[in-house]
Structures are given as C-alpha cells and as structure tokens.
C-alpha cells in the first residue's frame, strides 16, 4: 500500500478452525472468502451499496501473494484500499496482517472490480456514491 492510498477499510476477523487444511494452516480458498467478507463490509458503507437496477459490481480478477500461512488460532486483520480508479472499474489493494503484529503479512495483492449494465452484461460508469467513497 502506498502512503497516498486511500484506505477503504481496516476489519477484525478470527480465523476459525474449519478454515484449516492438511497442512494445519487456513486455505488458501479461504484468503478469498475473508477478502470477500471485507469488500461486503465495505460495500455496505458505500450509500446505495453501488447498487440499482441497472448497475451492479462483479470481480473480473484476483490476484493474491500469499507470504506466509495463517495458522489457527488467529486474529488477522484485512485492510483494503483503492488501488487504481478507472471509469468503469476500481482495483481494490488488499492486506492480510496478523491483529497483533501488524508487519506480519499473510497475503497482499488486489482485486478488480468492473461495474456492469445488468441489462446488457456489459460495462458501465462506475456509481458516483462509490467513487465519492474512494476519495474519503
């Protein structure tokens, strides 16, 4: 994260025992439920959560660096941030830090999301209520 970012959100979450896998640590599947988790709790901040009738976000990419494992028991906190602001998308930067020590990185990366017509499939203008809410 760069120090102009604008941070979007900074949540808590514990990381729960059926998140483990063989190896005794979380999933890396799991990685992607806990940034989902964060970008619902963000979205539900956003007035209108960027939805209408005719637009709404999907995640057209994913791109997670997985640093170090996430061993149970765990606090961990992920923290999002706008990463690149276009016309029709938003790249949301995100981290995954342990809540104790927050220069442990688990995982760090971002995703893209891309306003679409719900009509058409196709994309469409990022909502004014989420772009005012990236400048926060």
Not at 78 to 103: C, K, Q
């Given at each position: 994260?760069?120090?102009?970012?604008?941070?979007?959100?900074?949540?808590?979450?514990?990381?729960?025992?059926?998140?483990?896998?063989?190896?005794?640590?979380?999933?890396?599947?799991?990685?992607?439920?806990?940034?989902?988790?964060?970008?619902?709790?963000?979205?539900?901040?956003?007035?209108?959560?960027?939805?209408?009738?005719?637009?709404?976000?999907?995640?057209?990419?994913?791109?997670?660096?997985?640093?170090?494992?996430?061993?149970?028991?765990?606090?961990?906190?992920?923290?999002?941030?706008?990463?690149?602001?276009?016309?029709?998308?938003?790249?949301?930067?995100?981290?995954?830090?342990?809540?104790?020590?927050?220069?442990?990185?688990?995982?760090?990366?971002?995703?893209?999301?891309?306003?679409?017509?719900?009509?058409t499939g196709q994309a469409a203008a990022?909502?004014?209520?989420?772009?005012?809410?990236?400048?926060?």
């Amino acid at each position: 994260m760069t120090a102009e970012a604008t941070v979007l959100l900074s949540t808590p979450m514990t990381v729960r025992w059926r998140d483990l896998d063989a190896f005794n640590h979380v999933n890396n599947s799991k990685y992607l439920s806990y940034l989902e988790e964060a970008r619902l709790r963000w979205m539900l901040s956003v007035p209108g959560q960027g939805l209408d009738d005719d637009v709404a976000p999907v995640v057209a990419a994913a791109h997670l660096n997985y640093r170090r494992p996430i061993e149970w028991p765990a606090e961990i906190v992920i923290e999002l941030f706008v990463e690149r602001l276009g016309n029709t998308s938003l790249s949301i930067g995100h981290r995954i830090t342990a809540a104790g020590n927050r220069d442990t990185l688990y995982c760090d990366g971002y995703v893209v999301m891309v306003w679409i017509d719900r009509a058409t499939g196709q994309a469409a203008a990022l909502p004014e209520s989420v772009r005012e809410a990236c400048r926060r």
